[in-house]
């Protein structure tokens, strides 16, 4: 068996134990393969094994790869997730070429977005990315502004907002990991009360994936726990 394989089944097995402690169905988690730095062969090495759903950072080394992926596997349903950071004149390939962007954190792109997206192409999902470290991370949207952002994210009509997404400081004690997950959970159901009708929560990565799921995250986003460490960020 091969190595990415081997590690699909044992972040599988992750996954089913975590959600079994939180009294939840594995159904309920969807595993985002974060392929990022690796080449479209390991793509499709995970894709024999199953895996269906793909995030990558980087936008032209994704291009490449959706490209490479669709010439070897013709017609075959590959989700693709933009979870990188966003530059304004690049929102067209995204809206173009993605199923999902979980990195959207300013009005404006979002605007980008949803007037971009082609029509004969369903919306887009769209999750925003809370900055819930304070002044630790630079990215993602304040949670004091992150109603206001969803509310008029919700109106765009070529886009579906789907829910949050956060990149918490690596921390190693699980409760403190779970503390930052608890946080964007709870930032969700402010949403939710607020009539505001979103169903993900995108958190989780190959270090803290239990805590995430037992807070509630529905999309972990796992790369080298797969496919290996990576030369290059
Ligand atoms: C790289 C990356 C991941 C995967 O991180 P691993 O620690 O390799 O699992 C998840 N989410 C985002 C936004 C990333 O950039």
């Keep these: 068996m091969s190595t990415i394989v081997h590690n699909l089944q044992a972040v599988d097995a992750s996954i089913v134990a975590a959600a079994s402690a939180a009294g939840r169905a594995r159904a309920d988690v969807q595993l985002l393969a974060v392929s990022k730095t690796f080449p479209a062969e390991a793509v499709l090495e ?33 989700e693709w997730h933009f979870i990188g950071p966003i530059q304004s004149n690049k ?24 007037e ?45 907002l789907r829910g949050l997404m956060a ?7 699980v409760h403190r990991q779970r503390a930052a997950f608890a946080r964007l959970r709870k930032l969700a159901e402010a ?5 505001i009708a979103i169903d993900t929560l995108s958190m989780g990565m190959s270090s803290d994936l239990a805590a995430a799921i037992a807070e509630g995250a529905t999309i972990v986003r796992i790369g080298s726990a797969i496919f290996g460490s990576r030369k290059y960020e």
């Design 167 to 173: 990149i918490p400081e690596p921390e190693t004690a």
């Design 116 to 160: 971009q997206r082609p029509d004969n192409l369903g919306p887009l999902n769209i999750c925003l990315q809370v900055n819930i470290s304070g002044e630790a991370s630079k990215s993602g949207v304040t949670e004091a502004e992150l109603p206001e952002l969803a509310r008029h994210v919700a109106q765009l009509p070529r886009l579906r």
């Design 191 to 195: 949403l939710r009360a607020d009539g």
């Design 46 to 78: 995970a894709i024999g094994a199953g895996q269906t759903a793909f995030g990558e950072n980087y936008l032209q080394e994704a291009l490449d790869k959706i490209a490479a992926v669709g010439t070897a596997l013709p017609g075959r349903a590959i």
């Design 91 to 114: 929102t067209r390939p995204i809206a173009t070429h993605f199923d999902w962007v979980h990195t959207v954190e300013r009005l404006k792109i979002a605007q980008r977005l949803s």
